[in-house]
């Protein structure tokens, strides 16, 4: 594999934080999951670079499959609790492509998932739903 970027964030505090990147042009609180929270927390953030990763991908497979099309994506991560006292995290990810039919939407709904950094990092670790709205 041929490395094409890396990046680091660095956290300092835990769920009761903050978290910076090394060049200083990134800081956030970080507070644990709750409705009222002041901060964000690691289940939003893996939701903004799953989203962001995942409508990437799908435009990618559009262009590739030369139709264009907006798309939106709406990942819904959540927490659950385990019964062995840990935790664990599920995502639903929910997709819109404007002007596309019902069945060409899925197909590249799918194909996205197949090409998806995050997706193929999530892949047999955590149950991942795709909802076409």
Do not use: W
């Amino acid at each position: 594999m041929k490395k094409m970027y890396e990046t680091a964030m660095t956290n300092h505090g835990g769920r009761d934080g903050y978290v910076e990147a090394p060049n200083g042009t990134m800081h956030m609180k970080i507070t644990p999951p709750g409705l009222h929270a002041e901060g964000t927390n690691p289940e939003q953030l893996f939701a903004a670079g799953y989203a962001s990763c995942f409508n990437g991908a799908l435009q990618h497979v559009l262009k590739e499959g030369s139709i264009e099309a907006d798309s939106t994506v709406k990942a819904r991560v959540s927490l659950y609790g385990t019964d062995d006292g840990g935790y664990q995290i599920g995502v639903i990810m929910d997709v819109h492509i404007e002007d596309l039919d019902e069945a060409t939407a899925k197909e590249y709904l799918e194909k996205a998932h197949d090409f998806c950094p995050y997706s193929k990092a999530t892949r047999g670790n955590i149950e991942v739903k795709l909802e076409l709205i």
